[in-house]
């Protein structure tokens, strides 16, 4: 039982530096999404993708990119990492819950700690 | 847009002793409504869920019950215990969205022997 799984869990940046976390899922979900979460803010969404080849901006998309180039992974770049990007992220995903069905769980990964100094 | 407010905490209670934590909400259309678990160390974890009014979503003792005319799904547990002790994330889903989940900043519990 995989479920949603996050590499690195831990990662140190220098300021400027570029890196990808990764997130892959086994379940066959359709939708994908990554946030960040910082104290006192809850979580945040940075991007999410509602399949393959297909990807949208959440509400803090500055300075991450995305790409889905197959159903099961999602990775979330940075380019040039910078201090303010220092948080804890999650990637998320979840079934299409179709035009009548309910709202579907999402599934988080354990989370990246990043650090960027 | 679509908001989520909750009691802010951190909430620090006795075993044994009565939870409730706040969360109030505005969102188009008809919500879904969650509350999710983050226990130290860990990812998120749904705990339970409503998606009409006056639903009840119960998970481990926990309960939430969907109240549409005061726009709020308060969580609640009878009797607390050491192993609660983590921070509660109050989220919904928008009416106008089959996916996106907005959440309240989180609140933390304690729980002492």
């Known amino acids: 039982n995989a479920g949603v799984t996050q590499t690195p869990k831990f990662q140190v940046l220098k300021t400027g530096q570029s890196m990808t976390l990764q997130c892959a899922q086994d379940?066959?979900?359709?939708?994908m999404s990554w946030y960040r979460q910082d104290p006192g803010m809850g979580l945040r969404l940075i991007h999410y993708?509602?399949?393959?080849?297909?990807?949208d901006q959440g509400e803090v998309p500055n300075g991450y990119n995305v790409s889905r180039s197959t159903t099961e992974d999602f990775p979330l770049r940075l380019l040039s990492a910078a201090p303010s990007q220092t948080s804890v992220y999650f990637c998320?995903?979840?079934?299409?819950?179709?035009?009548?069905?309910?709202?579907?769980?999402?599934?988080f990964g354990a989370g990246t700690r990043l650090s960027v100094l | 847009g679509d908001s989520v407010t909750q009691m802010e905490g951190p909430v620090t209670l006795s075993e044994e002793a009565f939870l409730t934590i706040n969360c109030t909400y505005t969102?188009?259309?008809?919500?879904?409504l969650f509350w999710y678990v983050q226990y130290p160390g860990e990812g998120l974890q749904l705990l339970l869920k409503?998606?009409?009014?006056?639903d009840k979503g119960s998970n481990k003792g926990f309960e939430a019950t969907y109240r549409k005319e005061t726009t709020s799904f308060h969580l609640e547990k009878g009797s607390v215990q050491v192993s609660d002790s983590a921070v509660y994330f109050c989220?919904?889903?928008?009416?106008?969205?089959?996916?996106?989940?907005?959440f309240g900043k989180g609140t933390l519990l304690t729980v002492n022997p």
């Open positions: 998320a995903s979840s079934y299409s819950p179709g035009t009548s069905g309910p709202k579907n769980i999402q599934y």
């Open positions: 379940m066959n979900h359709e939708y």
């Open positions: 993708s509602v399949g393959a080849g297909i990807t």
């Open positions: 969102a188009t259309g008809y919500p879904s």
């Open positions: 409503a998606t009409k009014a006056d």
């Open positions: 989220a919904l889903i928008g009416g106008g969205s089959n996916y996106k989940l907005t």
